[in-house]
């Protein structure tokens, strides 16, 4: 069964631009969460998608947003980018709610704005 | 707000010692506690989830105990090999889906 694949790993943008990030969850798991690790600010929520549709999103500014896909793959966009967007982007994906929300993460996204 | 802390940060020990890493969390009112590993410039392994409504998990030498009344967590691991070196992060999932992760603990485990 293959786990949770994201696209690209590695990318290098200057500032000003726009990024999209790419995540292929579990085959059958239906929510997909996204996630920025900085080495000062650790690990930061930034949305969670379920069924096409956005439950929650951390304390990001709008440059940040995502969608979901009827196939459950998702997508995250930061426009404008800032040096302070550099970071590995984290997917995860999972295949129910609440307690039974065991999460599997994809390798991640490796952004860097110069 | 619930607000997860590990301590150690890090921590060093021989091989073949058993260890506890912790984990306390602010709110008890969560559905869940994972564990993961993850190793530098890679994502996170997933090692251990507990519900709830449960005490504790095990998987291999890995035992994970969870106390809500007190905001704990640990995270033992039984006979320490090299391959254990990695961050072991701790997060908490409540009733608005979204996770509150600890700092994580730098685990170093010496031939």
């Known amino acids: 069964k293959a786990g949770v694949t994201q696209t690209p790993r590695y990318l290098i943008k200057t500032r000003g631009q726009q990024v999209t990030l790419s995540c292929s969850p579990i085959s059958g798991h239906r929510s997909v969460s996204w996630y920025q690790q900085t080495p000062g600010q650790g690990l930061q929520f930034l949305f969670e998608?379920?069924?096409?549709?956005?439950?929650n999103k951390g304390n990001f500014p709008g440059r940040f947003s995502g969608r979901q896909f009827s196939n459950s793959r998702s997508e995250m966009n930061v426009s404008t980018l800032e040096l302070g967007d550099s970071a590995l982007y984290l997917c995860?994906?999972?295949?129910?709610?609440?307690?039974?929300?065991?999460?599997?993460f994809g390798e991640g996204s490796r952004l860097t704005v110069l | 707000k619930q607000e997860v802390t590990q301590i150690p940060a890090a921590l060093s020990v021989p091989e073949g010692e058993n260890l506890v890493l912790n984990c306390s969390f602010t709110?008890?009112?969560?559905?869940?506690l994972q564990w993961f590993r993850q190793d530098p410039g890679k994502g996170l392994t997933s090692l251990l989830l507990?519900?709830?409504s449960q005490r504790e998990q095990t998987s291999g030498r890995l035992n994970a105990s969870l106390d809500k009344s007190s905001g704990r967590s640990t995270l033992y691991i039984a006979a320490s090999q090299p391959g254990d070196s990695a961050t072991y992060l701790c997060?908490?999932?409540?009733?608005?889906?979204?996770?509150?992760w600890g700092a994580g603990t730098k685990l170093i485990i010496k031939p």
């Open positions: 997060a908490v999932s409540g009733s608005n889906y979204q996770l509150i």
């Open positions: 709110d008890s009112a969560i559905y869940n």
């Open positions: 507990i519900q709830s």
């Open positions: 995860a994906s999972s295949l129910g709610t609440g307690e039974d929300g065991e999460l599997f």
């Open positions: 998608y379920f069924s096409e549709t956005q439950r």
